[in-house]
């Protein structure tokens, strides 16, 4: 049975290929591919009209959360399984509580905002329905509207000894404001981070294995504090400001070009 809430330490590493390589090395040891190994992943993020949620995450506070609807695969169909999920964060520590949902109930949330009514058929365990209320609350609090596509594909490994130590690198990561269904978007967009970065995230239940702490530091990787659907944004509102500017600008230290209108080429992941 598929996870539903998890509790963890998340942090993020932007990585060369160089760095890539030698962590690979290094983690060979250690992590075997999870269960699905190489994927692409089509998040569609929810927000106001406002765009509270994006904006009061970047100014870093203690707690923030957000609201994402998940699938994985570059071809959404009948078959599809989609994950709504809502995620929070205090301090170091991110929940995250999720529930399934079919193509029909999918598509009924992106296109009216309507949340599943389940039957009562024990079809859907309680935690299920638990979940549920958390959606709806968040729903009803802040009315959000899908506002934006955000796909790429990863690489997932898991601990051997420890399953709960996992690592994920992403790369491709890719965005569109424009039909955001991935029923009927596909999982194509334009390109937020340059291709020769890739990133890297270490999600562990508490600290880090001695091991670990040791690879990182030998290859000059240090945690960076960074959000795809924030790198989306604040390049958007740089944009605004500077239409006149051909110059490139900059997300924290990485210079970004500006990415509108710049075409993802098709990806060989599956």
Not at 112 to 141: A, C, T, V
Not at 172 to 186: L, Y
Not at 213 to 230: D, E, R, T
Not at 243 to 263: D, E, Q, T, Y
Request: aromatic share 14%; glycine share 6%.
């Amino acid at each position: 049975m598929a996870k539903k809430t998890f509790e963890r330490v998340e942090k993020k590493f932007l990585l060369s290929p160089e760095q890539y390589h030698q962590i690979q090395e290094v983690f060979a040891a250690y992590f075997h591919s999870d269960q699905y190994g190489q994927y692409t992943i089509c998040n569609v993020y929810f927000d106001t009209e406002d765009n509270f949620l994006i904006r009061h995450s970047l100014e870093k506070p203690p707690y923030k959360e957000k609201l994402r609807l998940r699938s994985y695969g570059r071809d959404a169909g009948p078959d599809t399984l989609f994950y709504l999920e809502i995620k929070k964060k205090y301090k170091w520590v991110v929940y995250k509580r999720r529930i399934t949902l079919n193509i029909e109930e999918a598509e009924e949330l992106l296109t009216k905002g309507n949340l599943p009514i389940w039957e009562d058929d024990g079809s859907h365990s309680f935690q299920d329905r638990q979940i549920l209320q958390e959606m709806k609350y968040f729903i009803s609090f802040y009315q959000p509207k899908p506002k934006l596509f955000l796909g790429y594909d990863r690489i997932a490994l898991a601990g051997i000894e420890d399953p709960e130590l996992r690592v994920t690198f992403d790369t491709g990561i890719r965005c569109r404001e424009q039909d955001v269904s991935p029923i009927t978007g596909g999982s194509e967009g334009y390109r937020i981070l340059p291709e020769n970065k890739i990133l890297m995230e270490i999600k562990v239940p508490g600290a880090y294995p001695i091991w670990m702490s040791k690879a990182l530091n030998h290859v000059k990787a240090y945690p960076v504090s960074f959000s795809k659907y924030g790198c989306y944004y604040e390049n958007k509102v740089r944009q605004e400001r500077e239409k006149r500017c051909p110059a490139l600008v900059a997300v924290g230290n990485i210079p970004v070009s500006h990415f509108a209108g710049m075409p993802v080429p098709a990806s060989n992941h599956a």
